[in-house]
């Protein structure tokens, strides 16, 4: 592993449906961030995390809900998906917080019926 | 409310131009301002940041920040068609806030 993974790389998913979109870092980076990419709207942070054992809201963090029990690990639940939810998602990581520039996974698009 | 805003462009520039990207942004205390290159279907690569105002340079990209007009530029020299991707602009309020703009589209045209 090289950076930031993250899986599934596409889903699609009927509504109402509990799904969990995986991330996962090599580069021992405190500091993990999930952020969701609409056509029009840019970037927006669902959750964070500033070290493993601790998590935090976002700017969009309703009907989403993360954990941090590693350094490596920061996967975001969906528990009962909505149509609204249908996004490009991206996992981040940084070791300076965010005044180091954030690193990116190669994204999950996840299409919600 | 916190608001980065640019120019969705498209933006298009021959070979060899300069392409400028501008972005401004709403709040005072914002403390990192960050450039990310983003093409079609695959995530942001963060390619500038700047904490100060005045330029800082890179290669053939020149950020400038102007924190009293609330502004931040993206200059690119000797432009390719190898630049042609989406411009995200991005700033830092606190340690956990990043907010981003929606991105120019930029086109080189060979």
């Known amino acids: 592993i090289a950076g930031i993974t993250q899986a599934p790389t596409s889903q699609i998913l009927a509504a109402g449906r509990r799904m969990t979109l995986r991330c996962t870092q090599d580069?021992?980076?405190?500091?993990m961030y999930w952020y969701r990419q609409d056509l029009g709207l840019g970037l927006r942070l669902i959750h964070y995390s500033n070290t493993a054992g601790t998590t935090g809201k976002g700017e969009v963090p309703d009907g989403y809900s993360v954990s941090r029990a590693n350094t490596d690990d920061f996967p975001l639940t969906l528990a009962s998906a909505v149509p609204s939810q249908t996004s490009v998602y991206f996992c981040?990581?940084?070791?300076?917080?965010?005044?180091?520039?954030?690193?990116f996974g190669p994204g999950t698009r996840l299409t919600v019926l | 409310q916190k608001e980065v805003e640019q120019n969705s462009g498209p933006l298009s520039v021959p070979e060899g131009a300069i392409a400028s990207l501008n972005c401004t942004y709403s709040?005072?205390?914002?403390?990192?301002f960050f450039w990310y290159r983003q093409y079609s279907g695959k995530s942001p690569e963060l390619i500038m940041s700047?904490?100060?105002?005045g330029d800082k340079e890179d290669g053939r990209f020149t950020a400038q920040l102007n924190k009293a007009s609330q502004y931040v530029s993206l200059l690119i020299r000797d432009s390719q068609p190898s630049d042609s991707a989406t411009y995200l602009c991005a700033v830092s309020y606190n340690n956990n806030d990043m907010r981003f703009g929606a991105g120019t589209r930029l086109t080189v045209k060979p």
């Open positions: 580069m021992r980076h405190n500091a």
């Open positions: 709040d005072r205390v914002s403390q990192s």
């Open positions: 700047i904490y100060s105002n």
């Open positions: 981040a990581s940084s070791d300076l917080g965010l005044a180091g520039g954030l690193y």
